[in-house]
C-alpha cells in the first residue's frame, strides 16, 4: 500500500541513480489515524508522536490539520528539510497544538449560591 503517488516521470539530474522522484500528491498525502491503528496496530499516541518526529527532523510537513471530531483528516507532504538538519539553514518545524477547543468540555463548578442564606448553629434548639 502506498501513500506516495510517483510521477510518470523522474528529473534528471545528470547522474543515472540520482534522479529526483516527482512526487504527485505531495500536499494530499493522507494517513489517519484510525487507518495506523486498525490496520497496522499503532496506537494513536505513539502515531502522534512518530507524526511529531518526522515533522521536526524535516522529513514531513503538515498542510491541512484534520479534526478528528469533525471527520476531517490530515494531509501531509514530503519534504526535503532534513537535508539541512542540524546546520544553521535548518528550517523548524513542530505541529501546531489544536486551539479550536473541540471534544468533551470540562463542566463549570459553581462554588456558592447566592440564594442561599447562611446561618449559625446558635439559634438551633
Do not use: C
Not at 24 to 32: A, D, K, L, M, S
Amino acid at each position: 500500500m502506498r501513500k506516495r503517488r510517483e510521477g510518470e516521470e523522474k528529473e534528471e539530474s545528470g547522474r543515472k541513480g540520482k534522479e529526483r522522484w516527482v512526487i504527485e500528491n505531495n500536499g494530499n498525502i493522507v494517513f489517519p489515524y484510525a487507518e495506523a491503528e486498525n490496520k497496522f496496530g499503532i496506537t494513536r499516541p505513539r502515531f502522534q508522536r512518530a507524526i511529531d518526529q518526522l515533522v521536526e527532523k524535516g522529513f514531513l510537513d503538515i498542510k491541512h490539520a484534520g479534526g478528528g471530531m469533525m471527520k476531517d483528516i490530515s494531509k501531509y507532504s514530503i519534504s526535503d528539510r532534513w537535508l539541512n538538519y542540524g546546520t544553521k539553514n535548518f528550517i523548524q518545524k513542530h505541529r501546531k497544538k489544536d486551539t479550536r477547543g473541540l471534544g468533551f468540555k470540562k463542566k463549570e463548578l459553581k462554588t456558592g449560591n447566592g440564594n442561599i442564606t447562611y446561618s449559625s448553629n446558635a439559634n438551633v434548639t
